[in-house]
């Protein structure tokens, strides 16, 4: 059975720091996508980082200066290191595996992904 597991969230302040990991396990394919979403209630899921067999990277604008993801498809593995934290990024954050190349969506719409885990929280104290 396909799981994928976040964890590193947690309670931090602003201007703190976190790094989060996404691990796949139970799995037999390569992926070929990582990706990192959030979601905050009421809201809809917020792209925010990917990356893929080549290993690219691409960010959503908004956090491009201060979150960086890393990790390979080979290893199925992926981290989000978030910097300058700020509570308007506090949000359940979700990891979320592209198992196919055949591209229905693009890589920042959910609608994308085949497989996500149960998130992890993350909170920022102002």
């Known amino acids: 059975q396909v799981q994928v597991v976040e964890s590193g969230g947690g309670l931090v302040h602003t201007g703190d720091s976190l790094r989060l990991s996404c691990t796949l396990s139970?799995?037999?394919?390569?992926?070929?996508?990582l990706t990192w979403f959030r979601q905050t209630p009421g809201k809809e899921r917020q792209f925010l980082a990917t990356?893929?067999?080549?290993?690219?990277?691409s960010y959503e604008d908004s956090v491009k200066d201060r979150f960086t993801i890393s990790g390979d498809t080979d290893s199925a593995t992926a981290f989000l290191r978030m910097d300058n934290l700020k509570p308007e990024d506090t949000a359940v954050y979700y990891c979320a595996v592209d198992r196919t190349s055949v591209t229905f969506y693009s890589p920042s719409d959910p609608r994308e992904y085949d497989y996500w885990g149960q998130g992890t929280n993350v909170t920022v104290s102002s």
């Open positions: 990356v893929n067999w080549s290993g690219t990277t």
């Open positions: 139970g799995h037999t394919f390569t992926p070929v996508a």
